[in-house]
């Protein structure tokens, strides 16, 4: 069972893409960082808020990424 007090850091991150079927940011460094976040429901909280802001505009997009997987791959933690 996962330690309740363990923190799975979440990256919330987005930017105008160069092609909507394509992950490549037409510009690095207008990146949007938008935070770290200690569980993945605040940062889906974040993330969403993000993308409902941006909406009128299809080639941006905001990604949740699961920090804590790459600072410990051998985590099975579903979030």
Do not use: C
């Not at 940011?25 to 974040?46: E, Q, R, W």
Request: aromatic share 10%; charged share 25%.
């Amino acid at each position: 069972m996962a330690d309740p007090q363990k923190q799975l850091l979440h990256l919330v991150f987005g930017g105008e893409l160069e092609n909507v079927a394509d992950v490549t940011f037409k510009d690095l460094d207008k990146l949007d960082i938008v935070g770290v976040y200690p569980n993945y429901a605040s940062a889906y909280a974040a993330w969403k808020a993000k993308a409902q802001g941006t909406v009128d505009n299809a080639h941006m997009r905001y990604f949740i990424v699961h920090m804590h997987r790459l600072l410990d791959p051998d985590d099975n933690a579903p979030h």
